[in-house]
């Protein structure tokens, strides 16, 4: 099972992210529509699967979110070759589908991290850096000069339903 730490930056200016990833060398290696169907595994829990198509890719994860300081999750990924098929399934074994998502998102990758820049119908860029050590992402954030936007390491929906509340809260600080 892999562990998987992300903090997650609001309303970033998506063009200076691009352009500081790019003068460091770091490599686009996405940019395209991402859909995924998530379905409950134990709510108690933030225990969950994510059927995600990215390009030519499908993936199936079970995610078990962990809220700390930082977003840390513990996962297990495995790529199969038919979306719907594997969304019919979970649901005739009784699993609950309760959300579908559609973002854009670009994505960048060095040696050691990932960075997502994501964008929602309806919601501002932000961007996601992902490392197993929380040290090291909150450097990162340094080097990418983004020390003053507001961060959060909530998972998605809880900071969608409280947007405007969470970006007051965190540029009154």
Known sequence: MNKEKEIKILEIDKDLVINKLESLWICKVFDDKMEAW?????????????IRTRWEVTECTYKKIQKWTIQSNDEIELHISDAQAMCDILKIVWFEQYQTRVKHRISYKDDIFTYDLDKYPNFPWFMEIEWPDENAIRQQIK???????????????????DYEWIIASLTSK
């Open 38 to 50: 998530y379905f409950d595994v134990d709510k108690k829990n933030d225990t969950f699967l994510r």
């Open 143 to 161: 080097i990418l000069w983004l020390e003053g936007y507001p961060s959060t390491s909530l998972w998605y929906s809880d900071f969608v339903k």
